[in-house]
């Protein structure tokens, strides 16, 4: 019930869970029209706060140049940043990056 989640993500988006829930909801396109810019806006709201899972997303977004320009030394960045927390799959597109 995406109608349900997009009401709970708009009341916490002053943290850094809800504006990752909104930046994953507008990348999927789950329950609002699909929009990379908004993503990328709430998925940089929310690494800026320190979410791991936004730091994750927005190197997944860099590598492959879904909504930006691809740019692989911020993907490297967010990567390395999603790492420090110990995210399993930071390190897997760290070793992905350095073995290309």
Not at 40 to 51: I, K
Request: proline share 1%; no cysteine; charged share 15%.
């Amino acid at each position: 019930e995406y109608d349900v989640a997009l009401k709970y993500y708009k009341l916490a988006t002053k943290d850094p869970m809800g504006q990752w829930g909104m930046g994953t909801l507008h990348y999927n396109g789950w329950g609002v029209d699909q929009d990379y810019a908004q993503a990328l806006a709430y998925f940089t709201l929310a690494s800026q706060q320190g979410h791991t899972e936004a730091e994750l997303q927005l190197g997944l977004m860099h590598l492959s140049g879904i909504g930006v320009k691809k740019d692989y030394g911020i993907a490297l960045k967010h990567f390395n940043a999603a790492s420090k927390s110990g995210h399993v799959l930071a390190f897997y597109n760290l070793g992905m990056m350095h073995a290309m």
